[in-house]
T-cell receptor, first 114, second 109 residues
């Protein structure tokens, strides 16, 4: 049981390049989330999904896109990378979306845009 | 507008010296308050969920409590392995989550 797996762990992008951050979970969780974590700032919710085929915006969605074609996978797409997107990105999943539901986080993807 | 404020930013304790971390929030209609532990280079690890004032939860040397405007994470007789950043998060109506910036705890042997 691997939990939540993110790839890659590290990536350097040039301004204007595109990339997809991969996230997969093997716990059959319906709910999945993408966060970014900047130094000295709290985690910010980018997008979330309540099940396959359903996604919704979080607090900071601009510059990102997501899809959820299966229960297991929730990739995050950056179309035109900008320096402001330099951050550590975390994917998480949970059985439920509210109280008493334990969210499991991946190990993170450290992205630098130069 | 900060939704979640954690204090102190950093805390150094001697092994066995008990203390408390604070998380205050301004969210209306709280759906839940969460505590996580984060080790360097790792993702957050879930500790507790609280969702009504007066609620308390315990796990080993940690106890979380909740009032109408803040939560405390009490650490009793901490050990060096308790050193980590402790994050607080709240869930607001509309399925939004807001995290605090964390308290970095160092426990000195």
């Amino acid at each position: 049981n691997a939990g939540v797996t993110q790839t890659p762990k590290f990536r350097i992008l040039k301004i204007g390049q595109s990339m997809t951050l991969q996230c997969t979970q093997d716990m059959n969780h319906n709910y999945m989330y993408w966060y970014r974590q900047d130094p000295g700032m709290g985690l910010k919710l980018i997008y979330y999904s309540v099940g396959a085929g359903i996604t919704d915006k979080g607090e900071v969605p601009n510059g990102y896109n997501v899809s959820r074609s299966t229960t297991e996978d929730f990739p995050l797409r950056l179309e035109l990378a900008a320096p402001s997107q330099t951050s550590v990105y975390f994917c998480a999943s949970s059985v439920g979306f509210t109280m008493n539901t334990e969210a499991f986080f991946g190990q993170g993807t450290r992205l630098t845009v130069v | 507008e900060d939704q979640v404020t954690q204090s102190p930013e950093a805390l150094r304790l001697q092994e066995g010296e008990s203390s408390s971390l604070n998380c205050s929030y301004t969210v209306s209609g709280l759906r839940g308050l969460f505590w996580y532990r984060q080790d360097p280079g790792k993702g957050p690890e879930f500790l507790f969920t609280l969702y009504s004032a007066g609620e308390e939860k315990e796990k080993e040397r940690l106890k979380a409590t909740l009032t109408k405007k803040e939560s405390f994470l009490h650490i009793t007789a901490p050990k060096p392995e308790d050193s980590a950043t402790y994050l607080c998060a709240v869930q607001a109506p509309g399925n939004q989550f807001y995290f605090g910036t964390g308290t970095s705890l160092t426990v000195i042997p």
